[in-house]
C-alpha cells in the first residue's frame, strides 16, 4: 500500500525488523537482538507520538491492523523462544548470587 501516513510508514519499518528478529532468535543469535530492539523500541515511541494525532481513512486502518496483526504475532513467537532463555538466565543469576552469598558468609 502506497501511502503518505507516517503511522503506516512506521508500522512498515516494524514488520522487516520484527521478522529479523524472529529469524534470529530462531538461529539463537542472541547478540544481534538488542540492536533491532533498540530500532523497534525507536519506532514504537514514535507512534506513541503521532498515533493520536493522525486521521487514517477506513482502508488505511484495516491495513495498519493487518500490519499490528503481523507484528503480534512475530512478537509471540519471538517470546516463545526467548522466554526459556530469559527463565534460564534469571534462573543462573540467582544461583549465581546464592553462592556469592555462601561464599561471603563462611568467609567471615
Same mark, same amino acid.
Not at 514504537?44 to 493520536?52: A, C, D, G, N, T
Given at each position: 500500500m502506497s501511502s =503518505?501516513?507516517?503511522v503506516i510508514h512506521c508500522y512498515e519499518q516494524l514488520l522487516p %525488523? &520484527? &521478522?529479523r528478529? %524472529? $529469524?534470529l532468535a530462531k538461529e539463537k543469535e542472541w547478540g544481534a537482538l538488542p /540492536? %533491532? /530492539?533498540t530500532r523497534c523500541s525507536a519506532l $514504537? /515511541?514514535? @507512534?506513541? #507520538? $503521532? /498515533?493520536?494525532l493522525e486521521k487514517l481513512d477506513e482502508q488505511q486502518r484495516l491495513y495498519t491492523y493487518r500490519l499490528l496483526g503481523r %507484528? @503480534? &504475532?512475530d512478537r509471540e513467537a519471538i517470546m516463545g523462544i526467548i522466554g526459556p532463555q #530469559? &527463565? =534460564?538466565l534469571g534462573a543462573t543469576l540467582e544461583s549465581m548470587q546464592r553462592s556469592q552469598g555462601l561464599n561471603q558468609a563462611y568467609r567471615q
Open positions: =503518505q501516513s507516517e %525488523l &520484527a &521478522a528478529m %524472529l $529469524i /540492536e %533491532l /530492539e $514504537i /515511541e514514535r @507512534l506513541k #507520538v $503521532i /498515533e493520536p %507484528l @503480534l &504475532a #530469559v &527463565a =534460564q
